[in-house]
């Protein structure tokens, strides 16, 4: 008879560890719903799932946290509260098996039989926990849909009275509003998408780069558009033509000096316009509007 | 060969009884700790209690519908 529980609780947890998909790590960046998320950010950090940048946004893995995209709120829950429903996961599965096993037998070994089992299992369901909604420093993230929480804040008063006078209409209506448009992700599983925002994608948004010259010289990469990835550092160098010197450079509008090379960090749409001078103090003047000689 | 087979599905009837319960707890505890924002300590013991009450009328429920774990006499057998 011990072999059979044993056997059974044995083959369950075997059931249930093959059944569980292997955590893919991610390692690069990217925004999602107006929110910087992380990368990998050296061989120590295998990050389980993507979540807001702990680095961009000075956030502590001892910190709740939380921040307002475009259409999700971001949560973080900090390391220790994590942890501890982690660990309550285990502990209330032996109490309930204890309890369910003392009363299915009546007897102290059964309810010892069913604390063992019930351990088992909470230790499972706190891996699947680990798993599936803790980061690599132990903290759970979150998203909630911006539309929902607005919905529920606008109608909180009519929605207390419902709770109370009907509360199976409430449930209803509260649900029917989270159906249209909630969104609901945790960790590394999307439960619901109304909103149609999708999981963060690994492409990074790009940005482009207009280049353009005045009459003297030239550019290296020469005058025209290019697209970069997001946080791509671009590095511009100026060559001017005989009898012509360099003056400065004009970064989206505002003069960033006169020395031949500049970097430029592409966290958004920028345009560089390099100004050149002729030996009888010529040269075309900057025109903000782009018009150049020799723009694209 | 019948107390054995209620002994599994005994065993059956406690896996699948943790697992539903520990599920509302779980989804139960994560409510009041981050929707409801209360205090994780007094989340934890709302959540316990109401569960382990669960559990308890769980195993009533499923000793009255005739599920048993026959751990002694199975052994004597």
Known sequence: ?296 | MRKILSNIVALAVLIAGILFLVSIFTVMLFSLAVFANMNLWLALAISGSIASALAYAYGCLAKKLGVKMEWEKCKKT
Not at chain 1, 249 to 261: A, F, K, Q, R
Not at chain 1, 269 to 281: R, S, V
């Open chain 1, 1 to 296: 008879m011990q072999k059979n529980i044993v056997g059974s609780i044995l083959i369950t947890l075997a059931i249930l560890m093959v059944l569980m998909p292997a955590v893919n790590a991610t390692v690069q960046r990217y925004w999602w719903d107006n929110v910087y998320f992380i990368e990998g950010r050296d061989d120590q950090h295998d990050i389980k799932f993507p979540h807001p940048d702990r680095d961009y946004y000075d956030i502590s893995v001892f910190s709740d946290w939380e921040t307002e995209g475009d259409y999700l709120h971001h949560f973080q829950i900090n390391q220790a509260k994590s942890r501890v429903i982690k660990g309550a996961i285990v502990a209330i599965g032996a109490f309930m098996g204890a309890i369910v096993g003392a009363k299915l037998s009546g007897t102290v070994v059964g309810a010892i039989v069913g604390f063992a089992v019930g351990t088992a299992l909470g230790l499972v369901l706190s891996y699947v926990a680990d798993v599936y909604l803790m980061d690599e420093a132990d903290c759970i993230w979150w998203w909630l849909s911006e539309y929902f929480i607005d919905w529920v804040i606008a109608n909180q008063v009519d929605l207390f009275v419902l709770c109370i006078t009907n509360p199976t209409q409430a449930q209803t209506v509260i649900m029917n509003a989270f159906f249209s448009v909630g969104y609901l992700r945790a960790g590394c599983v999307t439960f619901y998408d109304a909103v149609g925002v999708g999981n963060p994608s690994p492409r990074p948004p790009q940005h482009t780069l207009s280049i353009s010259v005045s009459y003297g010289g030239t550019t290296d990469p020469v005058a025209g558009t290019y697209t970069y990835d997001f946080g791509e550092v671009v590095t511009v160098t100026a060559t001017a033509d005989t009898h012509y010197f360099f003056s400065y450079w004009i970064l989206d509008g505002v003069n960033c000096g006169s020395e031949l090379t500049i970097t430029v960090t592409m966290d958004s749409d920028h345009t560089l316009y390099a100004q050149f001078t002729g030996g009888g103090g010529g040269g075309y003047p900057y025109h903000p509007k782009g018009d150049h000689p020799q723009g694209d």
